[in-house]
């Protein structure tokens, strides 16, 4: 029994060594395969979503997608075996975006009536933002992450001036133009307001009266200032996050990563990090 146990042990700590770290030959191959295939589930998605290439390739898409399900599925089935406390992983981020990618596609094969949950499998793209913060990406990734908690105070006074204006110049809008323009309401006005003010200008409501336009023009003025607001405000965050370089660990049960070197123990799992 003590045998097993040691062969059990040994094989997880293989898999994990492929699995979860990329400082070692086969776990560099593990990653850039699973890089190939997620990009190829998200190509094979966007391109069942167009009729005339379902219709004419439907068999290869339905064996290509039956292929992405069941590599999917043993890669999380296979991570729940070698982490320690399962729970944790189940429950984090990445384990819940490794769920989606296989369980609402089970749905659809069962049930044809919500075969559009298949597509939610797309969000398996979000498996590479773990992937590409590993090993020479890791140092970019955490420069990036303090630069905007950094900055997240600014911003959020930021975000919330546009909503205050958004709100003022919307209800402002309603009371000068009103219904006969387009305006029918003051949340309609409101989304003129932001199509406006980011420039887009769509051009499904605008205003009529004089008034009405001067009130456009400024707004689309101001719109050209606030885009380079929040760009400078994160461009200097990240200046100044690059100059002080910061250590990482990385939890062996659940593979969260830390920037505070203080931490000595996992604030998801509660592992003890390794330096």
Excluded at 149 to 161: D, E, G, N, P, Y
Excluded at 185 to 197: H, N
Excluded at 241 to 247: H, L
């Amino acid at each position: 029994m003590k045998y097993l146990t040691f062969i059990d042990n040994k094989m997880k700590d293989k898999l994990y060594r492929i699995i979860f770290e990329t400082d070692t030959p086969t776990g560099k191959i593990f990653d850039i395969m699973l890089v190939i295939i997620i990009l190829c589930n998200s190509i094979l998605i966007i391109a069942e979503s167009v009729d005339s290439i379902r219709q004419t390739y439907e068999t290869l898409i339905m064996v290509l997608g039956w292929f992405f399900l069941i590599v999917f599925t043993i890669e999380y089935i296979l991570r729940i075996f070698i982490v320690k406390r399962k729970a944790a992983y189940i429950l984090s981020f990445f384990g819940i975006v490794d769920l989606m990618a296989i369980l609402p596609v089970f749905f659809g094969f069962i049930f044809p009536g919500m075969r559009f949950l298949v597509v939610i499998r797309i969000f398996r793209l979000l498996r590479l933002f773990s992937i590409l913060k590993m090993g020479r990406y890791v140092e970019e990734s955490s420069h990036l992450l303090r630069a905007l908690k950094a900055s997240r105070a600014k911003i959020i006074v930021f975000l919330a001036t546009i909503v205050f204006i958004i709100i003022i110049v919307g209800s402002l809008m309603y009371i000068i133009e009103g219904p006969a323009h387009g305006f029918v309401s003051i949340p309609t006005s409101m989304y003129w307001a932001v199509v406006t003010i980011s420039t887009v200008g769509y051009g499904d409501i605008s205003p009529q009266t004089s008034l009405g336009k001067l009130v456009s023009s400024l707004l689309m003025i101001i719109g050209y200032g606030i885009i380079a607001v929040p760009t400078g405000i994160i461009s200097h965050e990240l200046a100044h996050a690059s100059k002080t370089k910061v250590e990482t660990k990385t939890c062996r049960n659940c593979s969260s990563k830390f920037s505070d070197t203080e931490d000595r123990f996992c604030s998801k799992c509660g592992t003890l990090l390794e330096s």
